[in-house]
């Protein structure tokens, strides 16, 4: 199967999953999150390139809060699979806010900061120094929040987002 081949049914299998989210009325009630986005998805510039990629989140912000990781993912995506995120943020030390880090288990929970079936990615000290990696191992999507004062981190601080990483077509495959 040429890339161009493989591209197309990629492509049409996320317009598909685009509408069947437009059915169920989720873009509208997602708030800032647009969900049917095609630049998150990374659905215009799915491209061979190299090996896995590292990802800071935020960047230069780091894992902080009022930062919108949101935009941060939309701007540094696509993510691919076994691309690694990392997550770097100061350890509490009675002057900063402690932060740390959740997978949520559906949009759902995301879209509400909903914190309680949430599993713990990353202690509050975990992104100290160089912080901690999570690679990115398989073809679902990813929901990020940070679990702090019982969501309001996540909902009034920006801190979350969700990646669903695509599969790299390698250039032996054209
Ligand atoms: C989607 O939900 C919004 C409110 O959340 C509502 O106003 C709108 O009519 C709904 N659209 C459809 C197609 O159900
Ligand atoms: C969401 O993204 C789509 C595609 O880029 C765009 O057409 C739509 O207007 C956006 N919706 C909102 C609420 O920003
Ligand atoms: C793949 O996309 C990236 C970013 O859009 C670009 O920098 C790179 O040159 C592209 N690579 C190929 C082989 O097209
Ligand atoms: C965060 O960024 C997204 C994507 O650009 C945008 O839709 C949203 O309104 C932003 N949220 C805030 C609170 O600025
Ligand atoms: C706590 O950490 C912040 C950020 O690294 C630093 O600016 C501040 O001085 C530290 N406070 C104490 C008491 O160590
Ligand atoms: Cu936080």
């Given amino acids: 199967m040429s890339v161009k ?18 059915n ?22 799915n491209n061979a390139t190299k090996g896995p990629n590292t990802f800071i989140v935020g960047g230069s912000e780091k894992w902080r809060f009022g930062y919108n990781y949101t935009e ?13 995120l990392v997550f770097k943020y100061d350890p509490p030390n009675g002057t900063t806010f ?7 288990p559906n949009f759902w929970s995301f879209q509400n900061c909903d914190l309680r079936r949430a599993k713990k990615i990353g202690e509050v000290t975990s992104g100290a120094g160089k912080g901690f990696e999570f690679v990115l191992k ?4 990813y929901f990020f929040a940070c679990g702090e ?5 996540c909902k009034t601080g920006l801190m979350k987002f969700a ?3 695509l599969i790299r077509w390698t250039t032996t495959n054209i």
Avoid: E
């Avoid at 197309?8 to 509408?19: D, H, P, Q």
């Avoid at 941060?72 to 690694?84: E, H, M, Q, T, V």
């Avoid at 004062?149 to 981190?153: A, S, V, Y």
């Fill in 138 to 141: 398989r073809w679902q999507p």
């Fill in 163 to 165: 990646v669903w990483p």
């Fill in 98 to 104: 402690p932060h740390s880090v959740y997978l949520l």
């Fill in 5 to 22: 081949c493989a591209a197309l049914v990629l492509l049409v299998a996320i317009s598909m999953f685009g509408i069947a989210v437009g």
């Fill in 24 to 45: 169920k009325n989720w873009s509208t009630t997602a708030g800032n999150w647009n969900f049917t986005n095609n630049n998150y998805w990374g659905y215009w510039h």
């Fill in 149 to 153: 004062r019982n969501g309001i981190h």
């Fill in 72 to 84: 941060w993912a939309i701007k540094n995506g696509p993510f691919y699979l076994n691309d690694k």
